[in-house]
C-alpha cells in the first residue's frame, strides 16, 4: 500500500487552543520534515488536557504524557532479557533516553470478524509484522491491499473493535527459543501458560523462515508413536 502524500495536511487536537507562535513552530517543523508546506488546523480535543497529538496522513505525533511514556516504556523493552547484570543496563537505558518528536504511524481497526481484522492507514506497514492495539491484543498482516490490510488477531478477539487506533511495532512475527521452553506449555507466542514463571530465551526466530536443507537435518532415528 503507498500513501498518498501530495496533498499533505495536518489536524493538530488539544484541550487549549495553540497560540500563534506555536502554531508557526509546528508549520515551521513540518515544512523541514516533509519539504513541503503542509497547512495545520486544530481541533479542540478533551482527551489530550496535556501536550498536543497532530495527524499527517497516516503518521501522528503524540506530544502528550502519554505518548512520552509509551516511547520510554518502548526504550527499556529493547534492553536485552537473560543477562546476568540487568539493572546496570536498565540504568544505562535510562540515562541514555531522549523523546523521539518523530512521527509514529498509526492505523484503524474498519472492522473485525472471525478473529480478523481490517485495518487502514497503515500505509507502510509489511506482510508478517505484528501489530499491537489498545487493549494489548497483538495480531499479525496476513494480507496487503491497496487501501487497507487483514491481521490475524492472536488474542480475544472481543477486546478489538471498530475504531481502535494500530500501532506498528516494525517487527516480524516470531518465536523466542531456547533449552528453557523444554517442558513447558506455551502459547501460540511463547508466552508461558504453565505457570512455572517466565522463560529467558537464547534467540528470537522468524516464523516465516526457510527450512533447513536435507544435509542439515538429523537423522529419523525414534519413531513417533501417535496411536492412529
Known amino acids: 500500500m503507498r500513501a498518498d502524500r501530495s496533498h499533505l495536511s495536518a489536524l493538530l487536537r488539544s484541550a487549549k487552543e495553540p497560540t500563534g507562535e506555536q502554531l ?3 508549520e515551521a517543523y513540518l515544512r523541514e520534515h516533509y519539504k513541503r ?3 495545520v488546523s486544530w481541533e479542540m480535543d478533551p482527551e489530550v488536557p496535556v501536550g498536543f497529538r497532530m495527524q499527517v496522513g497516516s503518521d501522528v505525533y503524540d506530544w502528550t504524557p502519554q505518548g512520552t511514556f509509551r516511547q520510554f516504556r518502548d526504550h527499556l523493552l529493547n534492553v536485552r532479557e537473560g543477562e546476568n547484570d540487568i539493572l546496570p543496563l ?4 535510562v540515562d ?3 523523546p523521539s518528536a518523530e512521527p509514529e504511524e498509526m492505523g484503524e481497526v474498519l472492522a473485525v470478524d472471525s478473529e480478523v481484522a481490517t485495518i487502514s492507514g497503515l500505509a507502510h506497514a ?3 509484522e505484528i501489530l499491537t492495539f489498545p487493549s494489548g491484543v497483538k495480531g ?4 496487503l491491499r491497496k487501501d487497507d490490510l487483514s491481521c490475524v488477531l492472536f488474542g480475544d478477539s472481543g477486546e478489538v473493535a ?7 511495532t516494525h517487527k516480524t512475527a516470531g518465536m523466542p527459543v531456547g533449552d528453557g521452553f523444554l517442558g513447558r506449555v506455551i502459547d501460540a507466542l511463547g508466552v508461558p501458560i504453565d505457570g512455572k514463571g517466565h522463560i529467558d530465551p ?3 526466530r522468524p516464523i516465516e523462515n526457510p527450512a533447513p536443507g536435507i544435509l542439515d537435518r538429523q537423522p529419523v532415528n525414534t519413531p513417533m508413536e501417535t496411536g492412529l
Request: charged share 35%.
Open 126 to 128: 509489511r506482510y508478517g
Open 24 to 26: 508557526a513552530r509546528f
Open 202 to 204: 537464547d534467540g528470537y
Open 140 to 143: 499479525m498482516i496476513q494480507d
Open 37 to 39: 508546506e503542509v497547512p
Open 90 to 93: 536498565m540504568q544505562e537505558a
Open 96 to 98: 541514555n533516553w531522549r
Open 162 to 168: 471498530a475504531g481502535d487506533m494500530v500501532r506498528r
